[in-house]
């Protein structure tokens, strides 16, 4: 019997996160036996001798020094070590059959190199005469199928995903994000297996493409993601995994199983981009299948073209990406939806005063751009909307700062475009900004910098039609303002009707930060200050 001790952890005390190995099971020298964690960093114990564990003498949230017991090892027999790797060579058979793809992906290379033949891909025909590559789905090492996505080009016209025309392993990519091409120019050079004396192994490997690739959610992967587990099953798909500290620390924190994730590092080694890319994956699949999780049912798939033609039209990626990030705002943000009326006759008079010495400057003054500064001003009085609900769900970070986006609808798909500082800027300054920012989101020149930051948005469906409608959360934010058209109603003075010009303002917000007296607080100022746009100036 020997008994395995806490070695020298660099401080005086740390905590056991994690127990790799359990009673009866058998270890080799130098594999990870428990994660510690200190005040400075996390670390791995290694087991200094093989055998087979007797006794644990440590539990997960122990606090442990050195010296201290950890678990008691029966040593190895002579013998010993040939079962323990019986047993490791049964698991790896075990993994070949649960995952053949990824196997032969990993072993075809290796097994064959003087049986593959280096070819390029090309761009296709992209109907104009350049496009800029705005994203790479795949990297040097990547094992891709026939017709997966490798890159997304966008031009004038519309973004496009350029598939693979053939099936092998990335040995290179030769653009990069922001780069302009045109038909024929080579995008990468691939690894293409020459059939051999096993003619369907590299077909084999070829489909495993899916489950290496993150970028590729249409098409199904033979490993589940983030498998759901019981301790014992996750200790033993993590014991044997080849990962560092901060790794195993990371997928603890985004409920990952390690054991379900490829290495890419040197013998295997999980990296944290191999991670992320497992967590982005699963995400992606997620969100095409919404029964994997939060019990939602599953949709039924309907055949449409027994009723009669149709046709079926892919989305844009604007499309894509909006459906996603507005159904995790729907699913997770409880909305709740005030409507109001603001009595804009005295705004709309000064608009229509100013416009035409505005217009003669180039700008075009619309009742949004009122809207934009009197949001910013009722912002500043109201710091509870012009907030994000922590991580943690237990505070509020609060911004010292009112960037307002404003949605812009354009042939691709709704993108809301970030006004900063609204709260310091004129109402001829904001105008300016949000003619720039629309003239770029019509000519799909709007960046990602454009687009991010805001601390409240405004949706205008003014310029279409409507009385009302509740417009849904752009999280991080808590609070985003709709707007309807406006109409000449009659409205009681308190002597008489007279004509007036009501705005309908729908302002939908997280219940979860703030409550429905805090709404109509908020709706009744900014109501107030349209009325009469000279409060702006106090």
């Avoid at 500064?373 to 909307?385: D, E, G, N, R």
């Amino acid at each position: 019997m020997s008994e395995i001790r806490v070695p020298d952890i660099g401080g005086d005390s740390a905590d056991v996160i994690e127990i790799l190995v359990k009673p009866g099971d058998s270890v080799t020298p130098e594999q990870t036996i428990v994660v510690l964690e200190s005040a400075k960093a996390s670390m791995e114990v290694p087991c200094p001798e093989g055998g087979v564990v007797k006794s644990l003498a440590v539990t997960v949230g122990q606090s442990v020094a050195q010296g201290d017991l950890l678990m008691v090892l029966e040593a190895s027999s002579a013998g010993t070590d040939v079962p323990v790797r019986q047993i490791q060579q049964e698991l790896e058979q075990v993994s070949s059959v649960l995952t053949p793809p990824v196997a032969a992906a990993a072993n075809a290379p290796v097994a064959a190199p003087a049986e593959a033949s280096i070819q390029t891909v090309k761009v296709p025909d992209i109907g104009s005469d350049t496009a800029d590559v705005i994203e790479i789905l795949v990297k040097a090492g990547d094992v891709i199928s026939i017709e997966q996505p490798l890159v997304v080009l966008e031009s004038a016209k519309a973004s496009m995903e350029v598939p693979s025309p053939l099936a092998g392993v990335v040995q290179q990519v030769l653009v990069k994000v922001g780069d302009k091409v045109s038909e024929h120019v080579v995008l990468l050079e691939v690894s293409v297996a020459v059939a051999a004396s096993a003619p369907e192994a590299p077909p084999a490997a070829v489909s495993a493409a899916p489950v290496a690739t993150v970028s590729a959610p249409s098409v199904s992967a033979p490993t589940p993601a983030m498998p759901l587990a019981t301790h014992q099953q996750t200790v033993a798909s993590t014991a044997n995994v080849h990962a560092g500290p901060a790794v195993r620390r990371l997928a603890r924190e985004l409920g990952a199983d390690l054991g379900c994730v490829t290495g890419s590092g040197p013998k295997g080694r999980i990296l944290k981009e191999d991670l992320h890319a497992f967590v982005k994956k699963t995400l992606t699949e997620k969100a095409a299948a919404p029964a994997a999780g939060g019990g939602l049912p599953t949709l039924p798939v309907i055949d449409f073209a027994k009723w009669g033609e149709v046709e079926r039209l892919p989305l844009t990626r604007i499309q894509k990406l909006s459906a996603q990030n507005l159904h995790r705002a729907w699913v997770t943000i409880p909305h709740v939806t005030q409507f109001d009326e603001a009595d804009i006759t005295e705004l709309e008079a000064f608009r229509v005063a100013q416009k035409d010495a505005l217009k003669a400057e180039g700008l075009s003054l619309t009742v949004l751009a009122f809207l934009v500064k009197a949001s910013a001003h009722v912002l500043k009085q109201f710091p509870k909307f012009n907030s994000s609900l922590d991580a943690d769900g237990e505070h509020l970070v609060h911004k010292h700062y009112v960037h307002i986006g404003v949605a812009v609808d354009t042939p691709n798909g709704l993108v809301v475009p970030v006004i900063r500082d609204a709260d310091k800027k004129s109402i001829r300054e904001i105008a300016r900004d949000m003619g720039e920012l629309s003239a770029k989101a019509r000519d799909k020149k709007l960046s990602p910098a454009d687009m991010q930051g805001a601390c409240f948005s405004i949706s205008s469906l003014g310029g279409i039609g409507g009385t009302a409608f509740t417009p849904i959360v752009n999280w991080p934010e808590v609070a985003i303002l709709g707007v309807s058209r406006s109409a000449m109603k009659p409205v009681w003075n308190g002597r008489e009707f007279q004509p007036r010009l009501m705005l309908p303002l729908s302002l939908s917000y997280d219940h979860r930060v703030i409550d429905g007296a805090d709404a109509a607080r908020f709706t009744t100022a900014l109501s107030k200050v349209l009325a009469d746009i000279r409060q702006l100036l106090l």
